[in-house]
T-cell receptor, first 113, second 116 residues
């Protein structure tokens, strides 16, 4: 069975600080990887996704993530966070060709102005 | 973009009654819809996967007789919580995947259920 670990449960940053949220998964086969964001009071939205190709994926709002197959990781990064990035971030994975997605436990990001 | 709606957005019901939650894909056809439950400060827990025209596949530990799922069309899936109890109070979220089946899911805004 696949599983997803997000090691940072709660991160507090000042505006303009750089962000990196860790995500590791366990599954030996082909995977599709996702980062979703849930802003306060809103529903989950897709930030970015990796299916194949360039392991460095760029998403919306200046976010990017790098797929490192050897480390089973898909960390999310942003060079300079803004107060509006305050949200909960979920990493998710599904095995190629199968739609069921497994979510990590989420990381709550709080950006202080 | 792909939009998924849920109705109602919140509902309060008494113990023993049943509640139906609708999930609709508004601008695309969803061959597969998923139902999640989100507990406070926890991640989404997949309850079941529903494919149009067939029976839902429930995750281990989810009572299929309690959480009835129907996916009657390519744009509508319903979750009925039968004989609700206070411990069923939670945030229920649906998502829909389009025909491509590449794994990206579009999420509804969720339904807050409170059972008194």
């Amino acid at each position: 069975a696949q599983s997803v670990s997000q090691h940072n449960h709660h991160v507090i940053l000042s505006e303009a600080a750089s962000l990196e949220l860790g995500c590791n998964y366990s599954y030996g086969g082909t995977v599709n990887l996702f980062w979703y964001v849930q802003y306060p009071g809103q529903h989950l939205q897709l930030l970015l996704k990796y299916f194949s190709g360039d392991p460095l994926v760029k998403g919306i709002k200046g976010f990017e993530a790098e797929f490192i197959k050897s480390k089973f990781s898909f960390n999310l990064r942003k060079p300079s966070v803004q107060w509006s990035d305050t949200a909960e971030y979920f990493c998710a994975v599904n095995s190629g060709g199968y739609q069921k997605v497994t979510f990590g436990t989420g990381t709550k990001l709080q950006v202080i102005p | 973009g792909a939009v998924v709606s849920q109705h109602p957005s919140w509902v309060i019901c008494k113990s023993g009654t049943s509640v139906k939650i609708e999930c609709r894909s508004l601008d695309f056809q969803a061959t597969t819809m998923f139902w999640y439950r989100q507990f406070p400060k926890q991640s989404l827990m997949l309850m079941a996967t529903s494919n149009e025209g067939s029976k839902a596949t429930y995750e281990q530990g989810v009572e299929k007789d309690k959480f009835l799922i129907n996916h009657a069309s390519l744009t509508l899936s319903t979750l009925t919580v039968t004989s609700a109890h206070p411990e069923d109070s939670s945030f229920y979220i649906c998502s829909a995947a389009d025909r491509d089946g590449l794994g990206e899911q579009y999420f509804g805004p969720g339904t807050r259920l409170t059972v008194t």
